[in-house]
């Protein structure tokens, strides 16, 4: 008959302890409050204030915050910008004008220039690092909130646009922290 003893030591040893659990995420609440903070907020438009599933609480919030200045900051150009208040128009729910302090458009050569070397770059014909209008159309919408005092900017985009963020010391969220 075989006996298994174990250590006196591993009998009376405390177990360890066991971890932290992790805080639980945010709420859309928490982020909501959050963005109260700020004196100026940039907005997106296309997938965040348009088409994103949380685009009507984000419409709500802009609407419910008159102290805030709500901006547009988009990168729509070449007459696509034209149709930005009749879009927001036939979105139920959806803040208006008045809302906004100011609609920011990218310049429509800029625009197009990156367009034109994003092609390039899908089809092999250039690589490298990045051109200077490469880094002028990632860096414009930071640059624009900051020259209109925005402190955080909502973008479903964060690749094109979290250089300029970074850059000029602007917060950068995705519009899914207000999905319900």
């Known amino acids: 008959m075989r006996r298994c003893f174990r250590p006196l030591a591993a009998l009376f040893a405390r177990a360890p302890a066991a971890p932290e659990p992790p805080a639980p995420p945010p709420t859309v609440a928490d982020s909501f409050a959050e963005l109260r903070r700020h004196k100026v907020i940039g907005w997106d438009l296309d997938m965040t204030l348009l088409g994103h599933p949380a685009a009507a609480a984000m419409h709500d919030f802009i609407r419910a915050t008159p102290d805030i200045r709500h901006l547009i900051v ?22 208006g004008p008045t809302s906004f302090a100011a609609v920011l458009t990218i310049d429509d050569a800029l625009a197009s220039g990156f367009q034109r070397l994003r092609r390039h770059r899908a089809a092999g014909l250039y690589a490298g690092p990045h051109s200077p209008t490469e880094i ?45």
């Open 74 to 95: 988009t990168f729509r150009a070449n007459g696509m910008q034209e149709r930005i208040w009749s879009d927001l128009a036939a979105q139920p729910h959806s803040a």
């Open 136 to 180: 002028a159309y990632l860096s414009w919408k930071g640059q624009a909130c900051a020259s209109w005092g925005a402190s955080v900017l909502i973008d479903d985009m964060t690749e094109h646009v979290s250089l300029g963020c970074t850059t000029h010391g602007i917060e950068l969220r995705h519009p899914d922290v207000f999905r319900f």
